[in-house]
């Protein structure tokens, strides 16, 4: 009788002696998850655990030995890069950073100091991580454009009835009037250097009369309406005139009037012009002589009682004491005791200045302002 097993059709012929031969077959290792540190960390308890592995004494030893020395020698590498290279760095990522604060604060002061973009630089600056990244933050260029912005409109707000602004200098102290374009060429011909030491506000002047010498009066060649500067000067022992300041101390006036001295009306003048015919021994003399004597104010005070025509006497002299300073230039010879009364419009902050000292101020003309023989004068020197 077969006792055979019947095969089970659910597997196939030979499934089981595969079975057995995998059974036979070495079976895998599993895979070692741990890291890199693990596995360190592991081999290193192994060393240290005298109840998990069996080392000697001296070799315990000499293991903690290597491990003290690494340690050693990774705290003095990391001790000589702060000292010897992050230390050093970061003193000069720091005096960098201060010196780019102080050109920000310095540029944005003032109106500007709470500007936006102020305290956006501001902030750039403090969190650059280099000392290449901070050079190069451009505090200039948007600090110029800000002060441009601000001047112009500062200037429309601040016109007088006669369109002029006043333009004050922080940094010197001097007050200088001008006209609305002027003041505009100089906010559009500056860049922030200069203009965070200028504000602008609407002229409060007053005339005042001041008497002076002739060479206080720019040598009597000032006129109506020149635009001076006033330099103080002060007097030495030996009666020299010497300047205490590089910089003028009102910049702008404009001079309202002028009158010179009586005595320079006064004119009493003679032409003469001789001639000697002589034939044989007859001579013939002959003289040609034209007098005149006249003194200007009295002419004036004649032609106003109507003993002449009043515009035809102002016209013939007007402008008389310039004509004749003029004239005295030309010929290198003049009136050099000569006393002025001039009427100056200034700032009314500086009158008292003015006033305090006049015995030692002296009224420049700027070569910006210059009259025309001055200009005449000056292209001709320099004429190609």
Known sequence: MNNKKPRDPLYPEGFEKINKQKETLPKPKPKDDLSLLKRFNRKLGVYLSPSTTDITENEKKRKIGIIIT???????????????????????????KT???????????????????AMMLENKIKDGKSIEEVEMINVLTPATKDW????????????????????????????????ESEAMKIVNGNDAKILSKIHFEKPNTVSVPILISRLQAGAGLINVGSIVDIYTNLNDTDGNFTS??????????????????????????????????????????QENTKKFSSNVLE???????????????????????VKLSNYERQINLGDLDAQYMILIETPQDKVNYVLNNMENIVLTIPTTNAPDWMINEISSTYKN
């Open 299 to 321: 002419i004036i005070k004649g032609s106003i009682m109507k003993g002449y025509s009043e515009d035809e006497t102002f016209e013939m002299l007007k402008n008389y004491g």
């Open 244 to 285: 205490n300041k590089t910089n003028p101390d009102i910049s702008g006036c404009t001079v309202l009037s002028i009158m010179r001295y009586e005595e320079s009306g006064e004119v009493d003048s003679q032409y003469s012009k001789s001639n000697m015919i002589v034939k044989g021994n007859n001579s013939n003399p």
């Open 70 to 96: 690494l340690m050693i020698l990774f705290t003095l590498i990391i001790s000589s890069y702060y000292f010897i290279v992050y230390e050093p760095f970061q003193k000069e990522l720091s005096l960098e």
């Open 99 to 117: 010196t780019k604060l102080n050109e920000l604060h310095e540029l944005y002061s003032g109106a500007l100091t709470t500007s936006p973009n």
């Open 148 to 179: 441009k912005s601000y001047h112009s409109k500062s200037i429309h707000t601040n016109l007088d009835k006669y369109n002029r602004t006043m333009a004050v200098y922080s940094n010197e102290s001097k007050n200088i009037i001008m006209s």
